[in-house]
C-alpha cells in the first residue's frame, strides 16, 4: 500500500506574475502552518511538488519539520491557459469541463493536464512503492487527478473545492490502482472568480 497525501497550494496572490512565480499571500503563508500540523505525524517520508513557488511555499515549513527537501516533477505543473487571462471565467472552467479536450490556441486542455499528471503520480507510485508521500499540487491539476480514479468529480466538484486552499486528500494505492480516497481538511478562501 502506498499513501499519497495530494496538497492544493495555499492562497496565492493576484496580480501581474508570470504563473511560476506567483507567490502566496501573507494569509496563505500562514496557512501553510495548518498544513504541517495535519501531516506532521503521518510517517511522510517524501514530499514532491510542481515546481511552481506558490507550491513549494505551500510545502516548505512541512519540509523542514520532517528535514526532507522538496523533489520538483514538472509533470505536475498546473494548466498552461495559455494567452487566456481569466476573462470570462467560469464560462472557460465550464467549457473546459464539458470537453476535455477544449483549450485556447496556445493552452492545454484538461485531457493533456490529466495525463502528465497521471504519468508523475504513476512514476512516483512506483519508486516510492509502499512508502508515503505527500504532492504539492494546484487546483485544476488535482481535480484531474480526482477525476481520472472519480469520473463523477465534475465542473461543480470542481467549483465546490475552488475556494479550498490549502486542500489535501488523502489516497491510497495497490500498485496504481486506487483503493480508499479521503478528504482531510481545507481552508476556505476566497477564489477571484472574474
Same mark, same amino acid.
Given at each position: 500500500? #502506498? #499513501?499519497?497525501?495530494?496538497?492544493?497550494?495555499?492562497? !496565492?496572490?493576484?496580480?501581474?506574475?508570470?504563473?511560476?512565480? %506567483?507567490?502566496? #499571500?501573507?494569509? /496563505?503563508?500562514?496557512?501553510?502552518?495548518?498544513?504541517?500540523?495535519?501531516?506532521?505525524?503521518?510517517?511522510?517520508?517524501?514530499?514532491? !511538488?510542481?515546481?511552481? $513557488?506558490?507550491?513549494?511555499? #505551500?510545502?516548505?515549513?512541512?519540509?523542514?519539520?520532517? /528535514?526532507?527537501?522538496?523533489?520538483?516533477?514538472?509533470?505536475?505543473?498546473?494548466?498552461?491557459?495559455? !494567452?487566456? %487571462?481569466?476573462?470570462?471565467?467560469?464560462?472557460?472552467?465550464?467549457?473546459?469541463?464539458?470537453?476535455? !479536450?477544449?483549450? =485556447? +490556441?496556445?493552452?492545454? &486542455?484538461? &485531457?493533456?493536464?490529466? $495525463?502528465?499528471?497521471?504519468?508523475?503520480?504513476?512514476?512516483?507510485?512506483? $519508486?516510492?512503492?509502499?512508502?508515503?508521500?505527500?504532492?504539492?499540487?494546484? /487546483?485544476?491539476?488535482?481535480?484531474?487527478?480526482?477525476?481520472?480514479? +472519480?469520473?463523477?468529480?465534475?465542473? %461543480?466538484?470542481? @467549483?465546490?473545492? =475552488?475556494?479550498?486552499?490549502?486542500?489535501?486528500? +488523502? @489516497?491510497?494505492?495497490? /500498485?496504481?490502482?486506487?483503493?480508499?480516497?479521503?478528504? =482531510?481538511?481545507?481552508?476556505?478562501?476566497?477564489?477571484? $472568480?472574474?
Amino acid at each position: 500500500m #502506498t #499513501t499519497v497525501f495530494f496538497i492544493r497550494h495555499a492562497q !496565492s496572490a493576484r496580480g501581474d506574475f508570470e504563473d511560476r512565480v %506567483r507567490p502566496l #499571500t501573507e494569509e /496563505g503563508l500562514a496557512d501553510t502552518k495548518q498544513v504541517t500540523a495535519a501531516l506532521r505525524d503521518t510517517g511522510i517520508t517524501h514530499i514532491l !511538488s510542481s515546481p511552481y $513557488k506558490r507550491t513549494l511555499q #505551500t510545502v516548505a515549513d512541512l519540509a523542514q519539520t520532517l /528535514g526532507l527537501s522538496p523533489e520538483t516533477d514538472e509533470d505536475f505543473r498546473e494548466r498552461s491557459a495559455g !494567452s487566456w %487571462r481569466g476573462e470570462n471565467f467560469l464560462a472557460f472552467i465550464e467549457q473546459q469541463w464539458a470537453d476535455f !479536450s477544449y483549450h =485556447i +490556441k496556445d493552452g492545454e &486542455c484538461l &485531457c493533456d493536464v490529466q $495525463k502528465r499528471n497521471i504519468a508523475a503520480l504513476n512514476r512516483a507510485l512506483v $519508486k516510492y512503492s509502499g512508502e508515503i508521500i505527500a504532492i504539492a499540487t494546484h /487546483g485544476t491539476a488535482l481535480s484531474t487527478i480526482i477525476n481520472y480514479y +472519480k469520473p463523477e468529480f465534475d465542473f %461543480r466538484s470542481f @467549483m465546490r473545492i =475552488i475556494d479550498f486552499m490549502p486542500f489535501i486528500v +488523502k @489516497m491510497d494505492f495497490d /500498485g496504481e490502482q486506487l483503493v480508499s480516497f479521503e478528504e =482531510i481538511m481545507f481552508i476556505n478562501k476566497p477564489y477571484n $472568480k472574474n
